[in-house]
T-cell receptor, first 118, second 111 residues
Framework: AQKITQTQPGMFVQEKEAVTLDCTYD???????LFWYKQPSSGEMIFLIY??????QNATEGRYSLNFQKARKSANLVISASQLGDSAMYFC???????????????FGKGTHLIIQP | SQTIHQWPATLVQPVGSPLSLECTVE??????LYWYRQAAGRGLQLLFY??????ISSEVPQNLSASRPQDRQFILSSKKLLLSDSGFYLC??????????FGPGTRLTVL
């Protein structure tokens, strides 16, 4: 079974500082994908970044980067130069190999509530 | 790119009443479709997924059901709602196993 652990229920960060959101995962499958989503107060889930288990380099998307440490089974999200609009819930998620039915739902962590202060 | 529509946006229903939530997808064909539920202050839990018309798999036993009558339509239903069915329901779509895109969600309150 797959499991995602996010140990930071909430974080307060000063605007323009860098932020690291922690995520550890557990799986016995060699092939998997790791995702980060942002959920503002409106409720929509916004895809931020993806890292495949066989990817050699850490993923980056603009101000977002994923610090992937495979041996430690961690996939921390780094947000550089935080902005007030970054305040939201952040979820780490994992996708494993397709199940017998062929689809592949995501397993989510409980999330981290990030608040950026001016 | 994919666009996912969900309705209604909010819903307040009494215990024991039926439920029908609809999700439609634009911009792709033959997507994998998913229903998730998010309880207040929690992460998302996968409820159902579908790889094609009429093909539904359930991840969690409950009094909910799902159907996929058309390629880009996914429906979540219940014959009799329970208080514990309250939550935020999100439909998601993926194509060729890339990232999942989510709809705007339906906030359901069962009283």
């Amino acid at each position: 079974a797959q499991k995602i652990t996010q140990t930071q229920p909430g974080m307060f960060v000063q605007e323009k500082e860098a932020v690291t959101l922690d995520c550890t995962y557990d799986t016995s499958d060699p092939s998997y994908g790791l995702f980060w989503y942002k959920q503002p107060s409106s409720g929509e889930m916004i895809f931020l970044i993806y890292q495949g288990s066989y990817d050699q380099q850490n993923a980056t998307e603009g101000r977002y980067s994923l610090n992937f440490q495979k041996a430690r089974k961690s996939a921390n999200l780094v947000i550089s130069a935080s902005q007030l609009g970054d305040s939201a819930m952040y979820f780490c998620a994992m996708r494993g190999p397709p199940s017998g039915g062929g689809a592949d739902g995501l397993t989510f962590g409980k999330g981290t509530h990030l608040i950026i202060q001016p | 790119s994919q666009t996912i529509h969900q309705w209604p946006a909010t819903l307040v229903q009494p215990v024991g009443s039926p439920l029908s939530l609809e999700c439609t997808v634009e911009g792709t064909s033959n997507p994998n479709l998913y229903w998730y539920r998010q309880a207040a202050g929690r992460g998302l839990q996968l409820l159902f997924y579908s790889v094609g018309i009429g093909q539904i798999s359930s991840e969690v036993p409950q009094n909910l059901s799902a159907s996929r009558p058309q390629d880009r339509q996914f429906i979540l239903s219940s014959k009799k709602l329970l208080l514990s069915d309250s939550g935020f329901y999100l439909c998601a779509s993926s194509y060729h196993r890339v990232e999942q895109y989510f709809g705007p969600g339906t906030r359901l309150t069962v009283l």
